[in-house]
């Protein structure tokens, strides 16, 4: 026994002796890298021999050496890290696994606790047990089907809309006997402007703000930031007691979903917008609506409004319809027929414009269908007359612009010279008048003299925004010695004090060239 112990000791000392002998060596060659005292006496025992050019080399080995002895210490110091990691997250891991280990059992037992209630079950009602499960899930589908069965009974896809039929359920159309003239209008909302709200326009204006509403559905207020172009709508909103819809237009709006809403087809609910909601409450009333589109070109227009641009167009408010969905449900809103509304004709639509590089040009499409107003000037305080907002019968105001059109059709001498007009622009400039915007016009005059304007004025105005504006998309250069034959023309043919708006339009352009 005594030889085995021997031979023991002396067979596993040859390995302990050889990783004493590793463990030895490393310390040793860490310990020398880091003798400092050695380094020292070997540049002692040499500085003397050192010419000057070898101690530039020396010192240039003596950072080199530092910088290796540097690296080594980080690489050393990032290893510890390392496994220090390594180890924290090993550690966690473990303690997850013992954790889920804990609620598996908990789970065990619940599930061992769920078998004795369900046997004690079996026992009071004495069926076998597979007999119960049948009983217990029909039990739970009975629930179920109760529970879906109250869900669809509240289960409207247009919510809001089913919300506005409750609230007007017994509503009844307010006849507000409305007795003012058009010129008196102009006036009235003027003065409430200015007494309640401290925003002030100008007469001519407001006429023009008037006369717009009579010729188009859409009306765009153009100019200038901070010329009161929001506030001008809103102001209107404010008078005739119905608060505009502002629907702030953003730059990623590409289609009608913007303006009336989706289906989700997730959710099976419609999303509502605001536009949406005060189009159904109009289609319910007799009152004046308005819609704001506020900075309506900071996306393209005819992205999302083209649809409501045609169908404005239909010469039958009853072809004023546009389609929310593809079919009908039993529960959708009482307006909605087919999937499809009714576009209200007691609702306007004003869109505000900027003009500058951060928005989109407006195209013809657009303005051939509307009526712009420039809005570059702030108006001048006044002392008006303190006036109360007031309810407006949208189908009364419609009366008055009917009537004003039957009162004040072109004369024939603004017929003829119109028309003489037309031909001079078509030879010159290549640009005709289609026969929308001659009605458009035939409709603005009117209603701008029976507000108190004069024939001449209301021709001006309409044909430097709606005519002369396509001027713009040609070659001014081109065009820039016609301007002045063009003008002369104007001085002939309506006097030489009349048509500014035209000549300062022009004046203007030329100024670009």
């Not at 058009?182 to 409430?192: A, D, G, M, S, T």
């Not at 536009?275 to 070109?297: F, H, P, Q, R, S």
Request: proline share 2%.
């Amino acid at each position: 026994m005594n030889t085995f112990i021997r031979f023991l000791y002396e067979f596993m000392s040859v390995f302990f002796n050889g990783l004493y002998t590793i463990g030895k060596g490393i310390v040793s060659g860490i310990a020398q890298m880091f003798n400092i005292s050695e380094y020292l006496y070997i540049i002692q025992f040499y500085k003397s021999d050192f010419k000057v050019s070898e101690w530039v080399l020396v010192i240039v080995a003596i950072v080199v050496l530092v910088i290796l002895l540097g690296l080594i210490i980080a690489l050393g110091w990032l290893l510890i890290r390392k496994y220090i990691r390594f180890r924290k997250t090993l550690v966690e891991q473990e303690s997850m696994l013992a954790e889920i280990g804990e609620l598996n059992k908990k789970v065990a037992s619940l599930v061992k606790e769920k078998e004795e209630i369900l046997a004690m079950k079996v026992s009071q009602l004495g069926l076998k047990p597979g007999e119960a499960e049948i009983l217990d899930e029909k039990d739970n589908k009975d629930k179920q089907d109760e529970v879906e069965t109250l869900e669809d009974d509240g289960n409207y896809r247009f919510s809001k809309l089913h919300a506005i039929d409750l609230q007007f359920k017994d509503y009844k159309v307010q006849n507000y006997n409305n007795t003012f003239t058009l010129e008196e209008l102009v006036e009235l909302f003027r003065n409430f402007a200015a007494s309640k709200l401290r925003l002030y326009y100008t007469t001519n204006m407001i006429r023009l703000f008037i006369s717009s509403l009579s010729a188009t559905k859409l009306v765009i207020l153009q100019g200038i930031s901070g010329t009161g172009k929001t506030s001008l709508a809103y102001a209107w909103g404010k008078f005739i007691k119905r608060d505009a819809i502002i629907a702030s237009v953003q730059p990623s709006w590409r289609d009608r979903t913007e303006l009336f809403g989706y289906f989700n087809e997730f959710t099976k609910k419609f999303n509502e917008t605001d536009v949406l909601k005060g189009m159904y409450i109009a289609g319910y009333t007799d009152d004046v609506y308005v819609t704001v589109l506020d900075e309506m070109n900071i996306a393209r227009v005819e992205y999302y409004f083209a649809e409501m641009l045609s169908i404005l167009e239909m010469p039958s408010r009853d072809e004023w319809v546009i389609e929310l969905v593809p079919s009908s449900w039993d529960n959708d809103p009482k307006k909605l027929k087919n999937g499809k509304l009714q576009i209200p004709g007691n609702m306007w639509y004003i869109g505000t414009i900027n003009n500058d590089d951060s928005t989109f040009a407006v195209t013809d499409k657009v303005y051939d269908r509307a009526m712009p107003i420039d809005i570059n000037d702030k108006g001048q305080p006044f002392t008006p007359t303190d006036t109360e907002a007031m309810n407006i019968n949208s189908s009364y105001l419609e009366g008055l612009f009917a009537e004003a059109k039957q009162k004040h059709p072109l004369s024939e001498e603004m017929e003829k010279k119109i028309n003489d007009m037309d031909d001079y622009v078509i030879k010159h400039f290549r640009i005709a008048f289609g026969n929308r915007i001659v009605k458009q016009m035939r409709d603005f005059v009117a209603t701008y003299i029976e507000c108190g304007g004069t024939e001449v004025d209301g021709v001006d105005y309409y044909i430097a925004r709606k005519i002369l504006r396509k001027f713009e998309q040609l070659n001014l250069a081109y065009i820039r010695d016609e301007i002045d034959g063009f003008i002369d023309y104007l001085n002939k043919t309506f006097g030489k004090d009349n048509f500014n708006e035209c000549k300062d339009y022009l004046l203007r352009l030329k100024k670009l060239v």
